[in-house]
Nanobody, 122 residues
Framework: QVQLVESGGGLVQAGGSLRLSCAAS????????MGWFRQAPGKEREFVAG????????NYADSVKGRFSISRDNARKTVDLQINSMKPEDTAVYYC???????????????WGQGTQVTVSS
């Protein structure tokens, strides 16, 4: 049974930082690109960041470039999302995702985590 378990969400003030983590189990981690998505109330789920297994290539949504950083630890089977200079519009449920191909949108995602709430106060 595949599980992606997120942690690290919470309430933070604007300008602050947060680090989200996702622990994967039940899948061959090396076969999957990993990524993060977010969904704000009343909005569709949107791609935030992705990272491949090989060469650790990363890609980001334009809205988060320069503030978000994705990384993965293949030995520990974890993927992290560092969020800096946080803004109220970053408020959303953040989801970890796994895909057999590079992650650029939700259509390629095979597995989802349950999500972790991030709230940024102004």
């Amino acid at each position: 049974q595949v599980q992606l378990v997120e942690s690290g969400g919470g309430l933070v003030q604007a300008g602050g930082s947060l680090r989200l983590s996702c622990a994967a189990s039940g899948l061959t981690f090396s076969n999957y690109a990993m990524g993060w998505f977010r969904q704000a109330p009343g909005k569709e789920r949107e791609f935030v960041a992705g990272i491949t297994w090989s060469y650790l290539r990363t890609n980001y949504a334009d809205s988060v470039k320069g503030r978000f950083s994705i990384s993965r630890d293949n030995a520990r089977k974890t993927v992290d999302l560092q969020i800096n200079s946080m803004k109220p519009e970053d408020t959303a449920v953040y989801y970890c995702a796994a895909s057999p191909t590079s992650i650029v949108n939700a259509e390629v995602v095979r597995y989802w985590g349950q999500g972790t709430q991030v709230t940024v106060s102004s």
